[in-house]
């Protein structure tokens, strides 16, 4: 049923970090904040209840190439959506399909389970309760454990199988459009290697020197 509901900056450019080399002349080092990389290939939602409108963007913006910001969503399913049933609920599957007939574009709701989204590897629109509170994210790879997200309240985040299908309500929305592109931009390498485990319980090696851990150091600005 695509009438449900979910919810509760998009950064700026990457920062550079710039200073002196003595004799070889001076160097940029490009430096991304803990912001920007968790931001990274998602739309963070600007409102408490626009995580439908920053999901809808993050999917359309990342995944086909479409230039379309928060804002553009958000106003246009509310010009045509229940202004009150927004407001208390957040937007629909429902305002999404049609905002998107609107443009030309289709798109529907399907009762899959997670094992099929992992086979056609194509990224889509879930809505999941976490903690009595319902929320859209955009599932962005599928592993043999774990699921990848961009959830527009918190960035890029890893959640268990298991998990997600507890929290989330079978549904999965999906453009008809160019699906071929879609699945290039699913379980993307890049993305999940922001997760990569550390070792824990296993034997670690001999400790490195306090010299090398003072190279650890975030820059001046990297933390937000």
Not at 78 to 91: E, Y
Not at 143 to 156: I, K, W
Request: glycine letters at 10%; one cysteine or more.
């Amino acid at each position: 049923m695509l009438v449900a509901t979910g919810c509760a900056t998009q950064p700026g450019a990457p920062s550079r970090f710039v200073t002196t080399a003595g004799a070889v002349g001076d160097f940029q080092v490009p430096v991304a904040s803990v912001v920007e990389r968790r931001y990274a290939g998602v739309v963070r939602q600007k409102y408490d209840f626009s995580c439908g409108s920053a999901a809808l963007a993050t999917l359309l913006r990342h995944h086909y190439d479409f230039d379309v910001e928060e804002t553009t969503a958000f106003r246009g399913m509310w010009a045509k959506g229940d202004r009150a049933q927004i407001r208390r609920l957040g937007f629909s599957l429902l305002d999404m399909k049609r905002w998107l007939a609107s443009r030309g574009l289709s798109a529907d709701g399907y009762k899959v389970p997670l094992a099929k989204i992992a086979e056609t590897g194509v990224p889509g629109i879930a809505l999941i309760a976490v903690r009595d509170y319902r929320h859209f994210v955009v599932v962005k790879g599928v592993s043999a454990h774990e699921v990848l997200l961009g959830d527009p309240s918190t960035g890029v985040q890893v959640m268990p199988r298991a998990r997600f299908e507890a929290a989330w309500n079978g549904i999965y929305f999906v453009l008809g459009e160019d699906q071929a592109l879609a699945k290039s931009r699913f379980n993307r390498a890049r993305q999940w290697a922001a997760f990569a485990r550390a070792p824990v319980g296993g034997r670690f090696q001999e400790p490195v020197s306090q010299q090398a851990l003072s190279l650890t150091a975030p820059f001046f600005g990297d933390m937000s």
